[in-house]
């Protein structure tokens, strides 16, 4: 993978990251227009969840790649518990809430669909380029 596109890939994810408090300002406020501002705040959340368990990735992936000697294992294991965590909170809220609180899959959703759009589009331009 070539420098540029490393800073592609940077830039597409700071896009995402402006994006998602936008999208999930119009989701509160079409929401809550339509008489659902729980669903709105769970779709929030949603989003913000999506955005933590992306800056962890981030950080498990920048310790793993700095360990000389890394433990496939270990990292598997905290793959799995991060993941394990992340979606026992997002289930929590989801019942705690129902049936509004459900939206917080649909924001989880839509942040994991921004990232793969954004993903793709660096992807798209190195093969191109």
Do not use: H, W
């Not at 890939?9 to 509160?28: D, E, F, S």
């Not at 939206?103 to 669909?113: E, S």
């Amino acid at each position: 993978m070539s420098r540029q596109a490393l800073v592609d890939v940077g830039r597409r994810y700071r896009l995402v990251l402006i994006a998602c408090p936008i999208a999930g300002l119009a989701g509160l406020i079409v929401l809550s227009v339509l008489g659902y501002p729980v669903a709105g705040a769970a779709f929030c959340v949603g989003l913000f969840i999506g955005f933590i368990n992306s800056r962890m990735v981030i950080a498990q992936a920048a310790k793993f790649t700095q360990m000389e000697n890394p433990n496939k294992r270990a990292l598997t294991f905290a793959v799995l518990q991060r993941l394990g965590v992340m979606t026992a909170i997002a289930l929590l809220i989801a019942f705690a809430f129902r049936p509004q609180g459900f939206t917080v899959l649909i924001g989880l959703a839509v942040f994991q669909l921004l990232m793969m759009g954004a993903a793709a589009g660096a992807m798209v331009r190195q093969l191109r380029g």
